[in-house]
């Protein structure tokens, strides 16, 4: 089973509003990231964890807040988004590359967000 | 600076053809590439791998050529079909500390047509 799932599938959000982003997987996996993706472009890496520790920022503003709360869940608060934040978020999971491998990433459906 | 790029961002074909996707790369001590398939709506789905030990590797329909002389990456697809119609990116994996990151090429739009 190589599933990654996302919750919601779409989310309208005002600027003042406060939202997550929900990611599950059950493959075993202990790295997990969450990537932004703009219409016609390709995905860009935001946030990385291992082992539920946060090891990569990519200079994310502060109104993104990962939370990895345990192995299988990675979830991504929203708060005080702006319009040009709307985009698709994907979650993906791969083997922790603790031992220099490189490991395949599996990506979830993703969640369309709309700021309004 | 360091990029993953596409040489066509479109490529059209008839039913049944071979398709050919291209990908250079610029970071030499790259040595792990992965190609997605994205289909309108959905998420990045993985088609195949190539470490950089490897010139080429063979899936279902799919092969992936590594040329690291050139710093050139292929993937070609047999008897192209309309459900292999979709945006294509090749993902480089480049060392980030602990952690490797995954970049993406810019994508090429596949249309397959009947």
């Known amino acids: 089973d190589t599933e990654v799932t996302q919750t919601p599938k779409h989310l309208v959000m005002g600027m003042t509003n406060k939202k997550s982003l929900k990611c599950e997987q059950h493959m075993g996996h202990r790295a997990m990231y969450w990537y932004k993706q703009k219409a016609k472009k390709p995905p860009e890496l935001m946030f990385v964890?291992?082992?539920?520790?946060?090891?990569i920022n990519e200079s994310v503003p502060s109104r993104f807040s990962p939370e990895c709360p345990n192995s299988s869940l990675l979830n991504l608060h929203l708060h005080a988004l702006q319009p040009e934040d709307s985009a698709l978020y994907l979650c993906?999971?791969?083997?922790?590359?603790?031992?220099?491998?490189?490991?395949?990433?599996?990506f979830g459906p993703g969640t369309r967000l709309l700021v309004l | 600076g360091e990029s993953v790029g596409l040489h066509l961002p479109t490529l059209s074909v008839q039913e049944g053809d071979n398709s050919i996707i291209n990908c250079a790369y610029s970071n030499s001590a790259s040595d792990y590439f992965i190609w997605y398939k994205q289909e309108s709506g959905k998420g990045p789905q993985f088609i195949i791998d190539i470490r950089s030990n490897m010139d080429k590797r063979q899936g279902q329909r799919v092969t992936v050529l590594l040329n690291k002389t050139v710093k050139h990456l292929s993937l070609q697809i047999a008897a192209t079909q309309p459900g292999d119609s979709a945006v294509y990116f090749c993902a480089e994996m480049i060392s980030g500390g602990s952690n490797y990151k995954l970049t993406f090429g810019k994508g090429t739009l596949l249309t397959v047509n009947p």
């Open positions: 964890y291992s082992y539920e520790k946060l090891s």
């Open positions: 993906a999971s791969s083997q922790a590359s603790s031992s220099g491998a490189k490991e395949t990433q599996y």
